[in-house]
């Protein structure tokens, strides 16, 4: 009988510890953020974001693409007029401390108006192959908002996308980052609207040179540097340029931004058409050590000398090739080139390549052996006379 | 038994290693000044301006007649070539790996050095004749052809030192042989490709003076030497900007900051002027001293002597040491027992650019063309801080220490030139 109450309570903790998840209490993990209250956030840092792990309905997980965030800004806020929000949906296990991968966001934009309403709530769309599972957490980033003060008025929740979704407020993400995006045979076109422009001004489809040091830089790219090939440029100079322009392409990577360390300087002539056709190879980017896995961005410098103001710059393309479509346009890269690598060649390679350089003109290779021996011939018949 | 080589035999075999030893090394090295001088070289001739530079003359046509030559085997690519404004025509650093990078490089720095080659083997033939003794003979010639200053100077680094030396052997040569008028006019040639050379000026004049001869012959040789140097020095200038020519064509802005290391170098405030000049001064007492000897002695042993004191206290860029070689090399001709300065020249000259150099001098550039990966390699400095630098000897420190072997090295020379005892 000693034995009974010590059996019912290992009996009720069983009982206890099978229902726990459901009891589970929903909460938020917070950085930069204060809490007021249980639901109620106070944005104060640089970098406020909160973490949590959506609520599922019960469904099929794999089915659960859309989340629905209910948060209400309160009155008197200092909010802009659209409240800008990043949205982290890879929960990195690589790490020790909880972090998310930055391959792995969108980002959005809600209006300040509806966030001010008394139904705030909004629903945004997670990427087709997002890793969905019960524990998967998600990272809520709000920002340009310090100070604001929000509610939430319910917590977010995951739901299926073959739930009638008439009545919801869908967000439209800006830009999706779901991880690197392998490099297709046929490329990747950027198109001439995704350029952020410096000492350029955009005039219809030219970009005029307001200043010494023009340069156009990518939206986020993130490509897989696996089978990347290089960057095919394709520009056209209004009034016409005949004579030979210096480019400059930086990347950035996961490992680094832009750095002289990390770019390739180039002098293009113009074709027959005066037009600057090139194509600046990045297939090395894979084999570098340790490997550059993520082209993020590109960074294109013009020429900017003084003299060449008062031109005009047409992009007519710009394009990601495919490692396999370099080989066949060997005739666009320039031989002007001076690529700055991580690592240098050496020992046998170094040798090689030395070699495979010398051969490269051909013409004078042959020619410079024959007077070698020529001259060895001539000097001996000399000796010995 | 094997006979001994005959002169002709040991000329053509030392003569046919020589040229193959800088065949070899022709193609595959190079400095940003032989850029940027073949830059200036080629933007005269495309451009016309034959008339707009009197600086260096005769190296800039010898150069411009080579440039025009080779357009049979080489294009110039406007895209590595073009100089935008001749005022900077010094290469950047952007424009000069254009260059390196070229599939032609090898074929252009072939080209380009093909001059200093010719010029260089001339200057082999001018030492062969000018030392009498067949011992004598091949020591200098040896000397010549195979010491490390002057193949740096000319096919590694890419500068046309040897022209301007080619003149000075003949100018002694012509003194050998009692030409004066010819030996002015060599003499006054020389001047017009390398300025240094005017240092020689005074010791040359000096060489002409005959002491058996009478006092006003030989004031009138004097006079008349001068006055056809100073018009074929001065004449370049004159002539081209007669014909229109401006001669500012690649004088840059720089130029003022020239104009105040000038006049910085007329106040006598470098350190090494004062030792300079009274080393001179006591050269050109001792030029007079030694009347009875013969004009190309005179002209020879003053003119070295000259070198060493300035580079007692000056080691300028690594290629000056190529002035160095000529003069001592032809002092053989006089029993001078040079062999072993010269070895220690060799050896201290490497040592001290070893530790002065910057990354342009050994290894950034200069191997480039034959691999832009070599410029990863660093260079000495780098590894001397890391490795060897110690609290008592820092690179400055040991930097100091070469210049004062340099010093050492340039006495003991003056000595065995000085020095009455003759080579065996």
């Known amino acids: 009988m000693n034995y009974l109450p010590k059996l019912l309570t290992l009996i009720a903790c069983l009982c206890f510890s099978s229902l726990s998840p459901a009891l589970t209490v929903p909460s938020y993990q917070l950085n930069d953020i204060k809490a007021l209250s249980e639901n109620s956030f106070l944005l104060i840092g640089k970098d406020p974001y909160l973490s949590f792990t959506p609520l599922s309905a019960g469904h099929d997980n794999a089915e659960a693409k859309l989340l629905t965030l209910n948060f209400q800004l309160k009155p008197g806020s200092d909010a802009p007029d659209d409240v800008r929000m990043e949205l982290f949906f890879k929960e990195s296990t690589s790490q020790a401390a909880p972090y998310f991968d930055s391959n792995y966001r969108m980002s959005f934009s809600v209006p300040k108006a509806h966030l001010n309403s008394n139904t705030p709530t909004f629903t945004i769309a997670l990427p087709d192959n997002w890793p969905s599972g019960s524990t998967q957490r998600l990272r809520l980033d709000i920002n340009g908002c310090a100070g604001c003060n929000f509610k939430a008025l319910s917590y977010p929740n995951l739901s299926s996308r073959h739930l009638d979704t008439e009545n919801r407020v869908i967000i439209t993400p800006s830009h999706v980052f779901n991880g690197l995006t392998p490099i297709s045979p046929d490329g990747i076109d950027i198109t001439n609207n995704d350029w952020h422009l410096n000492d350029l001004e955009r005039k219809n489809s030219q970009l005029t040179l307001t200043g010494g040091d023009p340069f156009l830089v990518s939206q986020a790219l993130n490509i897989d540097t696996n089978e990347l090939g290089g960057v095919q440029i394709h520009l056209r100079a209004t009034p016409t340029i005949n004579k030979a322009q210096d480019f400059q392409l930086f990347y950035a990577s996961e490992k680094h931004g832009f750095v002289e360390g990390a770019s390739t300087s180039l002098r293009v002539d113009p074709n027959a058409d005066n037009e600057f056709k090139f194509i600046v190879p990045l297939a090395f980017l894979s084999s570098e050590k340790p490997q550059v896995k993520n082209l993020a961005r590109i960074r294109l410098d013009l020429d900017g000398r003084v003299n060449q103001t008062e031109a005009s710059w047409v992009i007519e393309k710009i394009k990601l090739v495919h490692y396999s479509e370099l080989a066949n346009k060997t005739h666009l890269i320039p031989r002007s080139r001076i690529t700055n690598k991580r690592q240098r060649a050496h020992g046998f390679k170094l040798v090689m390549k030395s070699l495979n350089k010398i051969g490269s003109d051909i013409g004078f290779s042959i020619a410079y052996l024959l007077l070698l021996l020529t001259t060895a011939l001539c000097f001996w018949r000399s000796y010995n006379k | ?424």
């Not at chain 2, 038994?1 to 040229?19: C, E, I, T, Y």
């Not at chain 2, 008349?224 to 002539?239: H, T, V």
């Not at chain 2, 990966?373 to 490795?387: A, L, T, V, W, Y």
């Open chain 2, 1 to 424: 038994m094997k006979r001994p080589l005959n002169n002709r035999q040991f000329f053509v075999l030392a003569l046919g290693l020589a040229v193959l030893l800088r065949l070899l090394l022709m193609p595959f090295f190079a400095h940003v000044d032989l850029f940027s001088e073949y830059r200036r070289v080629i933007y005269v001739l495309e451009n016309g301006l034959y008339f707009d530079n009197a600086h260096r003359p005769i190296v800039f046509y010898i150069e411009m007649f080579f440039v025009w030559l080779s357009k049979l085997f080489i294009t110039f690519s406007d895209g590595i070539f073009a100089l935008p404004d001749p005022k900077q025509s010094v290469s950047g650093l952007l424009d000069y790996g254009f260059f390196l990078s070229d599939p032609n490089v090898f074929r252009h720095l072939f080209f380009f050095k093909l001059p200093y080659l010719l010029f260089d083997i001339a200057t082999a033939v001018v030492i062969w004749r000018f030392v009498d003794k067949p011992e004598h003979k091949k020591i200098a010639l040896l000397i010549w052809l195979f010491n490390p200053i002057t193949l740096f100077a000319t096919y590694i680094f890419g500068r046309f030192e040897v022209i301007s030396l080619f003149f000075l052997a003949a100018t002694a040569l012509q003194l050998k042989q009692d030409h004066l008028f010819k030996a002015t006019l060599l003499f006054s040639l020389s001047l017009l490709c390398r300025e240094i050379n005017l240092l020689y000026t005074p010791f040359f004049l000096l060489a002409l003076i005959d002491f058996k001869d009478h006092a006003v012959r030989n004031a009138l040789v004097v006079l008349a030497s001068g006055l056809i140097i100073a018009i074929l020095y001065l004449m370049p200038a004159w002539l081209m900007t007669k014909l229109g020519g401006d001669l500012t064509l690649f004088v840059g802005p720089n130029a003022s900051q020239d104009g105040e290391a000038f006049k910085k170098l007329l106040s006598l405030g470098y350190y090494w002027f004062y030792p300079v000049i009274i080393g001179l001064a006591t050269l050109a007492i001792y030029a007079w001293e030694i009347g009875n000897r013969s004009h190309a002695e005179r002209y020879v042993l003053c003119c070295a002597i000259a070198l060493f004191v300035y580079f007692g206290f000056n080691v300028h860029s690594v290629h000056y040491t190529a002035w160095l070689v000529i003069f001592p090399v032809l002092s053989l001709q006089y029993g001078k027992r040079v062999v072993l300065p010269f070895i220690i020249l060799s050896a201290a000259w490497i040592v001290l650019w070893l530790l002065k150099t910057d990354t342009g001098v050994f290894t950034l550039f200069l191997a480039a063309p034959l691999s832009s990966d070599f410029i990863g390699m660093g260079h000495f400095p780098s590894f001397f801080q890391e490795h060897l630098a110690s609290p008592q000897l820092s690179l400055h420190q040991a930097i100091q220490i070469m210049r004062a072997l340099f010093l050492v090295v340039m006495g003991l020379f003056a000595y065995r030139l000085l020095s009455t005892k003759q080579a065996a």
